[in-house]
Nanobody, 113 residues
Framework: QVQLVESGGGLVQPGGSLRLSCTASGSQFETSPMGWYRQAPGKQRELVATMTPGGARNYSPSVRGRFTVSRDNAKTTTYLEMNSLTPDDTAVYYC???????WGQGTQVTVSS
C-alpha cells in the first residue's frame, strides 16, 4: 500500500516562493505518473501539475510559468517549486499517483502579507 507524505508548506508573502516535497512509500513510484493537487477552502480539489515517469510535464493555466514539478525516482519523491505566489495559491497541497491511490495529509500553503 502506498503512503504519501507531503511537506514544505507554510506562510509566505505574496511574490514569495516555496518548495513542496512528497515522498511515497511502497513500490511502483518509478512507473507512476505523479500529480500535484490543491484544495482551497470551500472549493473542489484541483490538479495543478503532473509529471510522467519519462519526464513530460503539464500544468494548469493558473500555475503555468510559476510552478515547476520534478521528481527523484531514487528517493521516490516528487517536488513542486512554486514562485511568484499570490493569495489565490492559498490551499492545502497534495500529491498522488495517477490514477489516484490513498491521499496523504497534505501540506498547507498560505500566501498572505
Amino acid at each position: 500500500q502506498v503512503q504519501l507524505v507531503e511537506s514544505g508548506g507554510g506562510l509566505v508573502q505574496p511574490g514569495g516562493s516555496l518548495r513542496l516535497s512528497c515522498t511515497a512509500s511502497g513500490s511502483q513510484f518509478e512507473t507512476s505518473p505523479m500529480g500535484w493537487y490543491r484544495q482551497a477552502p470551500g472549493k473542489q480539489r484541483e490538479l495543478v501539475a503532473t509529471m510522467t515517469p519519462g519526464g513530460a510535464r503539464n500544468y494548469s493555466p493558473s500555475v503555468r510559468g510559476r510552478f515547476t514539478v520534478s521528481r527523484d525516482n531514487a528517493k521516490t519523491t516528487t517536488y513542486l517549486e512554486m514562485n511568484s505566489l499570490t493569495p489565490d495559491d492559498t490551499a492545502v497541497y497534495y500529491c498522488n499517483s495517477i490514477p489516484n491511490k490513498d491521499w496523504g495529509q497534505g501540506t498547507q500553503v498560505t500566501v498572505s502579507s
